[in-house]
Structures are given as C-alpha cells and as structure tokens.
C-alpha cells in the first residue's frame, strides 16, 4: 500500500491532529519491543473505507488489494519494512546511487505508511522522492522537504507525464493485481519512466518453503482467497517475462533472497512468522469459515503452527526484479 499529498476529498471528516514525528526518527523495530503507529501518522477518515471485524479497509471500487489501512496495518507494514532492509541490507537495489547523490527524481508506488520514501529521501537530500498509495495513510507534515505523497491509483493512471522519474520502486503488491492488471501496471510504470531510468520490483513468496501441514493448511485459506478475486499469485514466476513484453525494457536481472522462518531462527525469522502471523489474525472469521473451523478452535490451529515452524525449519524466498527503460 501506499500514500499520497492529495487535496481533501469534498465531504471528508477529518481526525483531530496527532502527534506526529518523522519516520527517519522511529527506531528500528529489529532492536524496539513495539512502535505504535498511529502516534506518528494521520490515517483520515473518509467514506470510502468500510469495516469488517473491527478492521478498516479502502473501499476502491477497482483495487483487488485486500488488507487494511488501520494503526494494526500500518504497525505490520513499519515492521516489514525493517525486515526487508535487514535482510537485503540496504533499501535498494538498483545501480542509482551516483544518480540519487546528484539529484533523481523518484516514484515509490503503494508506499504505504511512506518508511522508505523517507529514509530514502534523509539519504539523499539532492533527490526528490513521491510516495503513491490508493489510502491515505502516510505522513502528511512531518516529512523532508524533498518528499511528497500523493493518493493515487496506479490501476486509474499515473498523474504523471511521459518519461517523468529516474528511478521507479515497488514492492509488496502480490495480493493486489491479477496477471492481467500487472501487464497493465508496468505498461503505466514505462510509461512515466525517463529513458534509461531503472525500474526495481520486489515481492515474496506468499508460502514459505518447506513448511509443514498446518502451514499449508492456512495458507490454503489464503490463497484461496486471493484466487477467489483473480489474483496472480504467482507473479514472481513470470515478472521477467512481463517485463520483457513491454518491448521498452533491457538489462532485465532478478535477485533472489532466502531466509529462515520462524522463532527457531532468530530475531528476523521470529518477525517474519509473526507478520504472517498477523495476517492469518486479520481474517480469522475468513479463514476459520473457510477450514470449517470455529474461531477458538482456529485460534488454537494458529498457535500450533508457531510449534510446527520449529520442527520443519521452513524459509522464506524473495526477490528483487531491476530493468532499464531503453526507449
């Protein structure tokens, strides 16, 4: 998910001003026990979103996404964030650091609560980074001067010219789009995508490897679900053919990465199964209807398959996906 610096929508109730801190300023959460989110962000509430179980979520009539875009999220997301910079040790990537030193301009679409677009644009003050997401849930004020967010829908259309970033960013959207949708996202990211400007995509596997059966067990409920709306689950099986098929792309490369998954491995396998963990929490009515389970009887399921992490030892895979617009 991601952000945006948008003008409010006519109608829309406004929460009463939070306490606020740049994200730059926030702990890593790999050394703090806990952060509460909606201390540092403006989430807004407006009639579009709508409530299931006491969890909020968009309400975009064409966005398959489906988590939601509460203080919980947002919590799980900063969390993540973190993760993925721990285990990749760094927050890209992509061959742009001579170019971000100089003065790039930059796109992180589904920025989410905006982490990365901060500490990224605190790195590199000569550069300009946006931040864009279908829900507002990101910093409004307390940002560096050379960091905006702007709500938006990459499904709708990027409200950007041709040829407009030097460098575009993504990652985290596996549960938004189906085969179809991806094709018509990076028709949209070339699009606004300068001429030798680099395009990074980075998603995980939905499932960790080796995993045993309760894992498997509440993962079909997961993936169930997002085939029941289309989405390409998959995607990081073809990326590189997507992208390709673009006609506009070279030097196409994929980075993989692998990590433990669980308690049994640590710090970082601990965070990675307990926000997987938290998923399997936010859709416990879902879920547990689907496996036929009653909701304490799927509670119990949950704590089980923290047990079971430790005796097979399961991984978590993911990848970074780079190309480079040629014309």
């Known amino acids: 998910m991601g952000a945006c610096l948008c003008k409010p929508k006519l109608g829309q109730k406004r929460l009463k001003p939070r306490r606020r801190v740049p994200a730059s300023s926030v702990s890593s959460p790999l050394s703090d026990a806990h952060l509460i989110i909606s201390d540092h962000f403006d989430c807004g509430v407006n009639e579009e979103y709508r409530f299931i179980d006491g969890r909020r979520f968009h309400n975009v009539r064409n966005s398959k996404y489906m988590m939601p875009c509460d203080d919980d999220e947002l919590d799980r997301l900063h969390v993540l964030h973190y993760i993925c910079r721990f285990i990749w040790q760094r927050n890209y990537s992509a061959p742009m650091h001579d170019r971000l030193s100089s003065g790039a301009l930059v796109l992180d679409i ?96 939905i499932e960790p490897r080796n995993d045993g059966p309760i894992s498997r067990l509440l993962h079909s409920a997961f993936l169930s679900d997002l085939l029941s709306r289309n989405i390409d689950t998959t995607v990081y099986k073809h990326m590189t053919d997507i992208l390709m098929n673009t006609r506009q792309l070279t030097n196409v490369k994929l980075e993989e990465m692998s990590t433990p998954f669980g308690k049994w491995a640590g710090r970082i396998g601990a965070l990675l199964a307990e926000n997987t963990a938290n998923i399997f929490r936010t859709f416990r009515t879902k879920f547990s209807s689907f496996l036929g389970l009653e909701p304490d009887e799927y509670d119990k399921l949950l704590e089980a398959w923290h047990c079971e992490l430790s005796e097979y030892k399961p991984y978590n895979v993911g990848y970074r996906f780079l190309a480079t617009k040629y014309k």
């Open 110 to 205: 589904g920025c989410g609560t905006g982490t990365w677009v901060v500490e990224m644009a605190n790195e590199f003050p000569n550069s300009h980074f946006t931040g864009i997401d279908i829900a507002p849930v990101f910093p409004r004020e307390a940002k560096p001067e050379n960091a905006q967010f702007v709500e938006a829908n990459l499904l709708d259309g990027l409200p950007y010219n041709d040829n407009t970033f030097d460098y575009i960013h993504m990652r985290f959207l596996i549960t938004a789009f189906s085969k179809q949708e991806w094709e018509r996202a990076l028709k949209e990211i070339v699009r606004v995508t300068k001429t030798n400007g680099i395009i990074e995509i980075m998603e995980d596997e």
